[in-house]
């Protein structure tokens, strides 16, 4: 009830935290009719069961400004009008030219702020925090072109498939 008060805009407090959020009424699924607000709310809603899995994981976020026909960028440093209480961690190997400190998605107001960003793709890296160069899984991206066909993608995830079952 207090997100859908707000308004366009406003200070929400989740989980312990005051949250500025914008342009809640901005569309990012057209089709649908999917806000920011209910980007917000899901991402609050469903935190117990995401937390878990982000928790202690630095991120790459793949944000949506223009909603998802729109025009989207890989953002790895965390931004620097970032709050305070939002997690980070300094990669210590970074080069001069790469990101150097990353959000790390830790609780509930966290994900309300990823959300603002309008980040709909939430990338956690595949190790845990402090021991980032030990992975705790493993993940295949197929990650099709624009070209590729969905019977294509079948046949590559169906190799993949049998590789790993050998």
Known sequence: AALDGLGA???WQVGGHTVNLTNLDKVLWSE????????????????PTLLPYLRDRARN?????DGVTGHHFWQKQIP???????ARWDYPEAGKDQSHTYL?????????????????????????LPDYQRPTYALIDIDPGT???????LVLARLYRAALSH
């Open 32 to 47: 649908h009719g999917y806000t920011k607000r209910d980007l917000v709310r899901y991402y609050t809603t469903i935190a």
């Open 104 to 128: 790390v998605a830790d609780r509930v107001a966290t994900l309300a702020f990823l959300a603002n960003q309008a980040v709909i793709d939430l990338h956690p890296w595949t190790s845990r």
């Open 61 to 65: 976020t793949d944000r949506w400004p």
């Open 9 to 11: 805009k406003g200070a």
């Open 147 to 153: 070209n590729t066909t969905w019977d294509e993608v």
């Open 80 to 86: 620097s009008h970032a709050p305070d209480w939002v």
